[in-house]
């Protein structure tokens, strides 16, 4: 691999984290603002919540990378925004599945519910982020051939 692509390929991942860390905090804000403000033990209202959230960081998630991340394969068309919205939909049923099974899990564990919540919100915020990156990164935004460099 030559040194500009490993270079490159860092700056997608730091670009992809720092909008990460953005999202995060779109996705655990809202969750937790919905858990405030409407209380509840209901999973499956939890669930929403996480939805709620998940879709405004994963909206805030495309424009930035799009615009910072992937900027040269960002060409908007239909077929890249559909395979965004796939690919969002594939990682908000993993973000879903995980937080669930947490959730779960927690069941057998005694932390106050906040924190298992949290915690749960971590977990499915990682895994699927990392899953998101490597969909956008070889689906939504794959690579193209790159220009000779006449220098």
């Known amino acids: 691999m030559k040194q500009w692509q490993i270079g490159r390929g860092s ?33 499956i209202q939890l669930i929403v919540y996480n939805t709620i959230a998940y879709t405004l960081a994963i909206t805030n998630s495309y424009f930035w990378n799009a615009k910072l991340t992937f900027p040269s394969k960002a060409i908007h068309d239909r077929k890249q925004v559909l395979l965004f919205l ?45 899953s998101s990156f490597f969909m956008m990164k070889h689906l939504v935004f794959p690579r193209t051939k790159q220009k000779q460099n006449s220098n």
Do not use: C, H
């Open 11 to 43: 700056k997608q991942v730091m670009s992809f984290s720092a909008i990460g860390v953005m999202n995060a905090l779109v996705d655990i804000g809202v969750l937790n603002l919905l858990m405030l403000l409407f209380p509840t033990d209901d999973r």
């Open 86 to 130: 796939a690919q969002a939909i594939i990682a908000l049923g993993i973000s879903n599945l995980v937080f669930y099974g947490a959730l779960l899990i927690f069941e057998w564990i005694t932390f106050p519910r906040y924190i298992e919540r949290n915690i749960s919100k971590g977990l499915a915020m990682l895994i699927s982020s990392a």
